[in-house]
């Protein structure tokens, strides 16, 4: 699959260090439910999940800016192993966060990817060497993507995403042989 995209796709993906993540349309289907007692229930992808760790894994960092706030998000990239203070949600203006995440990380943006899926993600798209977008995505965000993953978000898509970059950074066969021999 990554034979198949262009040269500076993949090239982008090789300096790839931290991948920051919108989260609903992206860890979900996009998608908001709500109990009777008004409590937001999400759905995650477990494939989604190990591509996250992998990335970690391999020394890549991950962080995600939401414009909506979830205790449950937070539990979830926790237990992913995101670190908490690359966590950020109720963002009404993710540029802002986005200067954060880069400062906290002192990764500059030639070597970072976003995934976005909506309006609100292209203030960060335009400053990233790699903005990707999801299958799912708005067509307009769509259009400044330089890769659209082939999964809709939740379904996998993050997984790509991962595959792609380690598989780019030689990084994928060393993670499938950690797995092969536990």
Same mark, same amino acid.
């Given at each position: 699959?990554?034979?198949?995209?262009?040269?500076?796709?993949?090239?982008?993906? #090789?300096?790839?260090?931290?991948?920051?993540?919108?989260?609903?349309?992206?860890?979900?289907?996009?998608?908001?439910?709500?109990?009777?007692?008004?409590? /937001?229930?999400?759905?995650?992808?477990?494939? *989604?999940?190990?591509?996250?760790?992998? @990335?970690?894994? /391999?020394?890549?960092?991950?962080?995600?800016?939401?414009?909506?706030?979830?205790?449950?998000?937070?539990?979830?990239?926790?237990?992913?192993?995101?670190?908490?203070?690359?966590?950020?949600?109720?963002?009404?203006?993710?540029?802002? #966060?986005?200067?954060?995440?880069?400062?906290?990380?002192?990764?500059?943006?030639?070597?970072?990817?976003?995934?976005?899926? *909506?309006?609100? *993600?292209?203030?960060?798209?335009?400053?990233?060497?790699?903005?990707?977008?999801?299958?799912?995505?708005?067509?307009?965000?769509?259009?400044?993507?330089?890769?659209?993953?082939?999964?809709?978000?939740?379904?996998?898509?993050?997984?790509?995403?991962?595959? @792609?970059?380690?598989? /780019?950074?030689?990084? @994928?066969?060393?993670?499938?042989?950690?797995?092969?021999? @536990?």
């Amino acid at each position: 699959m990554i034979e198949q995209l262009p040269e500076k796709t993949i090239e982008n993906f #090789k300096k790839i260090k931290l991948v920051i993540f919108d989260v609903d349309g992206i860890f979900t289907k996009g998608s908001l439910y709500y109990s009777e007692k008004q409590e /937001s229930i999400k759905r995650f992808n477990v494939y *989604d999940g190990l591509g996250i760790k992998n @990335l970690l894994k /391999s020394n890549i960092e991950v962080a995600i800016i939401s414009s909506r706030d979830s205790e449950i998000v937070t539990t979830r990239c926790l237990n992913l192993g995101i670190k908490q203070q690359l966590i950020h949600q109720g963002c009404k203006n993710k540029r802002i #966060k986005f200067e954060e995440v880069v400062s906290a990380t002192k990764i500059a943006p030639d070597n970072i990817a976003y995934v976005g899926d *909506d309006l609100p *993600d292209l203030t960060v798209m335009n400053k990233v060497i790699c903005p990707i977008s999801v299958a799912n995505a708005n067509e307009y965000v769509k259009s400044k993507a330089i890769y659209i993953t082939n999964k809709k978000g939740g379904n996998g898509a993050i997984r790509e995403i991962s595959d @792609l970059i380690l598989k /780019s950074q030689n990084k @994928l066969d060393d993670i499938i042989n950690y797995y092969e021999n @536990l």
